[in-house]
T-cell receptor, first 112, second 115 residues
Framework: GDSVTQMQGQVTLSEDDFLFINCTYS??????LFWYVQYPGEGPQLLLK?????NKGISRGFEATYDKGTTSFHLQKASVQESDSAVYYC???????????FGSGTQLTVMP | DPKIIQKPKYLVAVTGSEKILICEQY?????MYWYRQSAKKPLEFMFS???????DNQTASSRFQPQSSKKNHLDLQITALKPDDSATYFC??????????????FGPGTRLLVL
């Protein structure tokens, strides 16, 4: 079945460090891919979205590129801030179903 | 103003009881969803509704029943509650039921604890 893999459960950085979170996906369709961010006590909120029509998404300094060859959708940011501390989910929107398929999430902690 | 309202925010129930989780969205969306987030697990899709009709059900148990009284409401009734049902339940909505090309917007969640 369709799946999303995030291997990094936790990432701890200092302010102004470079962020890179791995994500790979598996599906037989051509998915829309999302990164959602979840802050404590809140629901997930969209960070960025990439479809098959455009290979890259950029939002709030975060960037993700859709690589169909390696089936990867890594998230990166050049310089993180303490306010970026949250859980980041790589999410697969399969065009063949109604559901979003969430990865296991990466807890990002940015130290001041 | 919050665009997706979930009530209550916290809920404690005893095993075997029944509870209803409320969800209302004021985004003008036509599709609504329920997801569950158990401890140490990723969010799991439960149901999707489009124009008040059930489109997809990935919940194995019939103890979970969505109820849509209005286009912008999708409540979740849970009967015969079990401790394993303890989780945070998120409601979401999207503009159109377009097989996941649409962004889904999530509510703040209802945290359910079953004792």
């Amino acid at each position: 079945g369709d799946s999303v893999t995030q291997m990094q459960g936790q990432v701890t950085l200092s302010e102004d460090d470079f962020l890179f979170i791995n994500c790979t996906y598996s599906t037989t369709w051509y998915p829309t891919l999302f990164w959602y961010v979840q802050y404590p006590g809140e629901g997930p909120q969209l960070l960025l979205k990439v479809t098959t029509a455009n290979n890259k998404g950029i939002s709030r300094g975060f960037e993700a590129t859709y690589d169909k060859g390696t089936t990867s959708f890594h998230l990166q940011k050049a310089s993180v801030q303490e306010s970026d501390s949250a859980v980041y989910y790589c999410v697969l929107g399969d065009s063949g179903s109604w559901q979003l398929i969430f990865g296991s999430g990466t807890q990002l902690t940015v130290m001041p | 103003d919050p665009k997706i309202i979930q009530k209550p925010k916290y809920l404690v129930a005893v095993t075997g009881s029944e509870k209803i989780l409320i969800c209302e969205q004021y985004l003008g969306h036509n599709a609504m969803y329920w997801y569950r987030q158990s401890a140490k697990k990723p969010l799991e899709f439960m149901f999707s509704y489009s124009y008040q009709k059930l489109m997809d059900n990935q919940t194995a148990s019939s103890r979970f029943q969505p109820q849509s009284s209005k286009k912008n409401h999708l409540d979740l009734q849970i009967t015969a509650l079990k401790p394993d049902d303890s989780a945070t339940y998120f409601c979401a909505s999207s503009q159109a039921p377009s097989y996941n090309q649409d962004t889904q917007y999530f509510g703040p969640g209802t945290r359910l604890l079953v004792l």
